[in-house]
């Protein structure tokens, strides 16, 4: 099982809410992620981060926000929830000193604003 | 054109049936391949690297052609609980690595 941490798992908020959603990993990965999945469609990438004091857009344009202050927590932050907000978000990190590559995924945030 | 291409199905199939999957990348640069797996409702996991060689993991078995940019995925002896969506994810360096998704072929294993 995969050492990466989701919390809240399910969120319902109202319009105009500012919100955090938290994601946390205990396997020292250098390289986050977030992703956006609406129900049974693909994965779009918002933000991730190679490191402390980086963070990057991905290619889903988000009106979110990331931080990355410790290498094991990369918190996304809504400003203000509006309905079209209302998805499932996804964290993930991985390890890419030796040549795996392979992404660990937390079990998610589904998110609802009405 | 996306990056990524995958049918997306849905293969509908009997138990035991033998099915088929099949990905293609654009990117020629790209460096590692694979395939995950996601249950409904839940977080996709590594199902297995794909390499050059070819290579199997009891059931499956996934293949690279290089010269035509296609990854395949093969299930033998499906059971039900192999239902699931599966996501051939490619890993390209392009000015940065950056590991892209296909969008994923949904499988149902009837009894």
């Known amino acids: 099982e995969a050492d990466i941490y989701q919390t809240p798992r399910y969120l319902v908020i109202g319009t105009g809410k500012k919100i955090t959603l938290e994601c946390s990993q205990t396997?020292?990965?250098?390289?986050m992620y977030w992703y956006q999945q609406d129900p049974g469609m693909e994965l779009h990438l918002i933000h991730y981060s190679y490191g402390v004091n980086s963070t990057e857009k991905g290619d889903l344009s988000s009106e979110s926000t990331v931080s990355r202050i410790r290498t094991e927590h990369f918190p996304l932050t809504l400003e203000s929830a509006r309905p079209s907000h209302t998805s499932q978000y996804l964290c993930?990190?991985?390890?890419?000193?030796?040549?795996?590559?392979?992404?660990?995924f937390g079990p998610g945030t589904r998110l609802t604003v009405t | 054109r996306k990056e990524v291409e995958q049918d997306p199905g849905p293969f509908n199939v009997p138990e035991g049936a033998t099915v088929a999957f099949n990905c293609t990348y654009s990117?020629?640069?790209?460096?590692?391949f694979f395939w995950y797996r996601q249950d409904c409702r839940k977080e996709p996991k590594l199902l297995m690297s794909v390499y050059s060689s070819g290579n199997e993991d009891g059931r499956f078995t996934a293949q690279l052609n290089r010269a035509s940019q296609y990854i395949s995925l093969l299930i033998r002896d499906s059971k039900l609980s192999d239902s699931a969506t599966y996501l051939c994810?490619?890993?390209?360096?392009?000015?940065?690595?950056?590991?892209?998704f296909g969008a994923g072929t949904r499988l149902f294993v009837k009894a």
């Open positions: 990117n020629s640069a790209s460096q590692s």
């Open positions: 993930a990190s991985s390890d890419e000193r030796g040549s795996s590559y392979e992404q660990y």
């Open positions: 994810v490619v890993n390209a360096n392009t000015g940065g690595f950056k590991t892209i």
């Open positions: 396997m020292g990965h250098d390289k």
